[in-house]
Each structure stands twice: as C-alpha cells, then as structure tokens.
C-alpha cells in the first residue's frame, strides 16, 4: 500500500470503528483519533491510481495521521484554506477538479476550531483553524490533499509572525538556481536578525 508513513510512538488513532453504510467505494469507517469520531466515507476512493498501484482515501487519511503531530506545528492555531479533490487528484492519467475551500464547511463537527479572517478584498468568513489531528483527519476525509495556512495566528490578523518569500524559477532558470537563491537570501535575512528556514511548497518551488 502507497503514501503509508510508519508511525512512531503513541498512535492518534485509537480504533477503527464498526461499518456505517454501503457505497461504491467502500463501506464508511468511523475512526477514534484522541477522542474524537471521525467519519472516513468512501474509503476505497483512488486520490492516485496508475495501473495496479492505487492511493485511495483511506490511504490519505491514514497518512495525515501519522504525520497530523509534526503538521499540527506549521498550520496549528492559523486559519486555513483547504485545497480540496473530492474526486481524487489523477487516476490512470486523468487529472480531477480540485477547488480552495475558503469557507467553513456546512456540517463541520464541533472538534475542528475555527478562526476568523478578512481577506483582502474586505470579505469576512470563518475558516477552518486546525488544533488537533482529529481536524487534520476530517479534513483528508473531505479530500484535502494541500493545507494552505496563513502567515498569522488566529486572533492576531494585524500581527502576522511569518514572512514568507516565493522561490519560483522563472524561464531560463531550474531547482538549483533557486536553492542558490535561497542560500544567498537566507544570509541576508539572518544579518537582519531573522530566522529563515525553508518550506517546499510545490514540486519546483520553495519558501523562505
């Protein structure tokens, strides 16, 4: 089975809970994740299939929760956007629609904290504001493959904590001009009494 981390400690799933339905993909499971129900639909869905090797979602949730600690330290207590496939990312060559879920959505359970926010336009919502790896999960459930969470913290909208600076290559230039870009940029930052460190953020692109 692909995109399966081993964990390493205490697991955050307690137990897999008794089936609930029947669908095409799989009857739905209901997890324990620290003392939160989080109901998996669809278990069986591919996110990633190519041939015989498939990734489906129950694969998905299970890997953000082996991994919802660590992730909790880069998107905890900041809003977030979700970016959402709920019909898989590519399967057998075939790219889904994906969309940024901005918003709460309708139905959210009681565990997954909210904040807040203002975009820059001026409109207000509410967004998703993880604090535990029961949200973390919820959200892969609803095929979030991407967590996009703001440079602030939540309650603090005028006292961002993070700069985050874009390394894109542009025409002409690979990976390997931007590492050396970040490099370059890293000193800079550290003479002004910052503390940089590097987050991928696509397949060709890093922050800093």
Not at 87 to 106: R, S
């Amino acid at each position: 089975m692909l995109f399966r981390s081993d964990r390493h400690g205490p697991d955050p799933i307690d137990r897999y809970r008794g089936p609930v339905a029947r669908s095409e993909f799989g009857e739905p499971r209901a997890l324990e994740i620290e003392g939160h129900e989080v109901r998996v639909s669809s278990p069986l869905r591919p996110m990633w299939k190519s041939g015989d090797k498939v990734v489906t979602k129950a694969d998905l949730v299970d890997f953000y929760v082996s991994v919802g600690p660590a992730l909790l330290r880069a998107v905890g207590d900041r809003p977030t956007t979700l970016e959402r496939w709920p019909g898989g990312v590519c399967v057998d060559g075939e790219f889904g629609e994906f969309f940024y879920n901005k918003h709460l959505p309708k139905g959210t359970p009681d565990y997954v904290g909210t904040a807040e926010v203002t975009f820059p336009s001026g409109r207000q919502a509410t967004q998703v504001c993880p604090a535990n790896v029961a949200t973390i999960a919820w959200a892969a459930n609803l095929g979030c493959v991407t967590f996009h969470p703001w440079p602030l913290r939540k309650g603090g909208r005028d006292h961002p904590d993070q700069l985050r600076l874009d390394l894109d290559p542009q025409p002409g230039t690979d990976f390997a001009d931007a590492v050396a870009a970040a490099v370059e940029l890293r000193s800079i930052l550290v003479d002004v009494g910052l503390d940089p460190f590097v987050k991928r953020s696509e397949e060709h692109t890093s922050e800093l």
